[in-house]
């Protein structure tokens, strides 16, 4: 890499001491090009101040895949787009009414985006933290204040400018623990309303309960909740207007049947391509497939690869891959005998083939986890703990150290979705490759989770538990509620104050190369204690027809269409 | 006549009643609660019990049904839980979109399955009544989703002519509502084509053995004008009361057909509110087939009466 330190100079001068940290670790090769990238949106760096820098270090392509600010872009755009036209897409139907403070199911949150925007955009594509409503932000010394300068001249739809009010308001209501806001789940602990201060007309500060090095995450579409709606607004009558600053307004709502969306001239990122959208609800997703095959609908927004085949096989769609966090989690109660002993939950994370589930139950789309929540897109994943792999002579061993040579019975606890009645029936037939025989439960999703507290909760109570967790852009979530002392689902009952410390550390830690150095503690930490096991990681699936380009899908089954269009 | 049609609407008024009783209390056995189903299950506790003091679901059971019933008796369904909006349109939307697909459905198997009976009982035991009775039996047992599928892969995409959506466009003439929906009624004709061909044909056997045919037969009336005159009208009566008890299944019980064609029918309407216990939407829809379920059966009972002339005359019991 041929630096050039005069000019590197120039630029630390201007910059704060976490920047020229970044730029010390880009410089001694500790962070590559790409990782810089990312780690220096999260901080705040503007794009082209990234793009100064690797240029100075001798980077070629340093704009390539640092995209411009303009709000949510896409990468799979090639070509001149053509303008005007209708797209059609396929969503499962929202679950419930369309309320930006309490949705919580796939459809819904994906009706959010298309009007809606938020202070900064987790690009999944590009694996990449972007500017939105928000231009830049900065976090205080020790990442406990994180001061976020709003983009100017943004309008909502319906004709007000946005302005700092509009955010501490949104962000006051869903962080209220009076509200029914299921933002509460990412912020409880973390920000309460009084902590939104807003500075001036175009800037607000968020003062944290702790320090969070991933702040920005939280406020970005990764909180799918948290679009930035006008002050004052009623979130429950919300649905009505779907106002927002987004690309598009709401043309028509009709609750169960679909959606039409019309572009919005006065866009701040410019007016979109397409003249309009028309999503239409499905309430599976066989049905969804067959529009796409009949050619009732261009694009299948999500979809899971079981049912699926007759797409996935077929080289007339264009399916878009997206790497995600989404996993299923099996815990084993730490404080339940046979799983009391860290060798017996061992010798169960041992006897799984973890490339085969990944061939057989995801059609290859995914990733084979590695029992800590650290997925391969996290960049805060320490690679160099190595990954757990089948060995059923080290699993029986461990088992007769523990007092079990001749095994032992238990009943494993799960829910109908997706593919997680196959992965137990697998979990079950490689326990029995060990001498453990275990007993299947598949309930409804509500009889599993029941009231979600523990004693009340199938899910929070049974002795091995087969659960689901969506993505997230940053692992905090997965690190805290599901293992810390006082997670509220914590299913696993694992209790280990020093994890909770090295979680603590971790969510605080505001670079890459501490966040990094204690991942590694918690990865070595879970696979040594091994309270749950994460056998796979799951990617996002977007289908569209060959005609279509430009669509921007995250792996929370959002889709941004700004950039989208049909070529003739 | 005026007596039996009040007699049985007041019957009827009473067994509305238990059945919106049965159904509030059945929903609370139901695991799960309303504010959680909205707000999924990894929701903040407090952001539940902040939902559920908004919809009251929070309040005693019995205050929930007495003002529920209270208000329903008004004529105000309520609100949603769910989808947060009034009850009343979203029902009787998808009311009007139930009755579409059960009219075109009952306009392709009924003829077809008087035809059906009385060819099959013109050649009883023939291989053509064999052929037919088999056929029909057979299509009896396939699962809706099953045949829906197969169409919509042969009609839908293999040859593309009919579209696989049954939900038409916006602003849609009769006839492009129609044209939407045969494929999904195919499905619900192959289940009611036996049903009603076992019926006429049984219908059209006896009468073809009861002395009064014998007697048009002996007088020398033509066949065909014995089957139309003295027939027919005989084999019509069991199919009457197939509909009639067929209508529950036909408005309210096609979950899976307005899955699998896309289609926002108030079966489909009902098994959300159950699955979200939406109560207010989930007791409006009970009540609501309920009322159509009785309709059917009085008109059922009224035009039964009229087609047979020994219930006509023996008048109310």
Known sequence: MATDPRRLDAIRSDRSELENHYIDELVAGRLSRRQFMRRGAVIGMSTGLVGTILAACGSANSSSSASSSSGAASSSASGTPTKGGTLKLAIQAPAAAVNPLTVADSGGLCMLAQTGEFLAFDNNLALQLQPMLATSWTPSKAGAVWTFTLRPGVKFSDGTPMTADDVVYTFQQLADPKNASNALSTFTGVLDPAGVVKVDSGTVAFHLSAPNGNFPYLVSSDNYNAIIVPNGTNFADWQKTFIGTGPFKLSTY???????????????????????????????????????????????????????????????????????ANHRELSMRNDQAPFTDARVRQAIALSLDRPGMVSALLDGYGEVGNDSPFAPKFPSTNTSVPQRVQDLAKAKQLLAAAGHANGFSTTLTTEQYEEIPELAQVIAEAATKIGVKITLKVETQDNYYGKATYGNSDWL??????????????????????????????????????????????????????????????????????????????????????????????????????????SA | ?????????????????????????????????????????LAAPSAVAALSHQLGTDQPLATQYWHWISHFVTGDLGTSYQYQAPVGPLLVKALGHSLKLASVAFVIVVPLGIIGGVIAALSVGKPVDRIISVFGLSATVIPEVVSGIVLILIFGIALNVLPISATWPPGAGIGTQVYHLIMPAIPLVLILFGYIQQMARAGTVEALASDYARTATLKGLPRGVMIRRHVLRNSLLPTITV?????????????????????????RLIYNAATAKDFPMLEAGVLVIGIVYMLATLIADIIYSLLNPRIRYRGVE
């Open chain 1, 254 to 324: 009709t609750q169960n049947v679909g959606a039409s969306f019309v572009a919005n001239p006065d866009y701040w990122g410019g007016a979109p391509n397409l003249d309009s959208t028309a999503f239409t609800f499905y309430a599976s997703q066989q049905p969804q497939i067959l529009a796409l095959q009949g050619g009732t609908v261009d694009v299948v927004v999500q979809f899971v690869p079981t049912g699926a085949e007759s797409l996935l096989n077929s080289s007339s769609y264009t399916i878009i891959k997206l790497k995600s």
């Open chain 1, 461 to 566: 109570d049974a002795t091995m538990s087969l659960v689901d967790y969506g993505d997230r852009g940053v692992p905090n979530v997965f690190l805290e509620a599901p293992l810390t002392s006082n997670g509220p689902w914590n299913a696993a009952h694992f209790k280990n104050p020093t994890y909770d410390n090295l979680v603590k550390q971790y969510v605080a830690a505001v670079d890459l190369q501490t966040q990094q150095t204690i991942a590694g503690k918690i990865q070595t930490l879970l696979l040594d204690e091994t309270p749950i096991v994460i056998p796979y990681f799951i990617n996002g699936l977007t289908a569209t027809t060959p005609s279509v380009h430009g669509v921007n899908p995250t792996s929370i089954s959002a889709i941004y269409l700004k950039d989208a269009y049909k």
């Open chain 2, 1 to 41: 006549m005026l007596g039996f049609i009040l007699k049985r609407v007041g019957l009827g008024l009473i067994t509305l009643w238990i059945l919106s009783l049965i159904v509030f209390f059945a929903a609370q056995v139901l695991p799960g609660d309303p504010a959680r189903a909205i707000l999924g299950p």
């Open chain 2, 243 to 267: 509909i009639a008890t067929q209508t529950g299944y036909l408005i309210g019980g096609l979950v899976l057909v307005e899955v699998l064609f896309n289609y926002q029918g108030i079966g």
